[in-house]
């Protein structure tokens, strides 16, 4: 199982050597040392968000592109629009839920079943 920082690293690389950046140019644009970066391009340092973030930026990236294209590189399939998944054992259609919630129904109990952890219900009870 490959680690994560690993992939982060992967993803990073490809996507500054795509641009034709160097490790210097995105270094400087996310304010780390060319030799961090390089250490997180190879896998050898894990980053906080905040540091990610600010990679992420002088890539003209978000974080979600970093996630999503760090989902790709271990599934090796792109997302699938939301519309098009289908949510296994959900009693309800999209339809049928906002009906229940217009007609009253907390959150919580629309979402009763394998969907929502016991942990996560108490959450949206409360």
């Known amino acids: 199982m490959a680690l994560l920082r690993g992939v982060i690293g ?36 894990e980053a906080s968000s905040e540091v990610l973030a600010a990679i992420c930026a002088a890539l003209g990236w978000t974080i ?29 259609s999209v339809a049928g839920f906002g009906r229940e919630l217009a007609s009253g129904a907390s959150l919580a109990s629309s979402m009763a079943g394998p969907v929502a952890a016991p942990s996560f219900q108490a959450q949206l009870a409360a």
């Open 10 to 45: 992967v993803v990073l690389r490809r996507a500054r050597a795509d641009q034709g950046k160097t490790l210097k140019d995105v270094a400087e644009g996310a304010r780390v040392s060319v030799q961090y970066l390089s250490e997180l391009e190879r896998g050898r340092k």
């Open 64 to 92: 979600v592109d970093l996630l999503d294209a760090v989902r790709v590189e271990l599934v090796g399939a792109p997302l699938q629009p939301l519309a098009d998944v289908e949510i296994v054992g959900v009693a309800s």
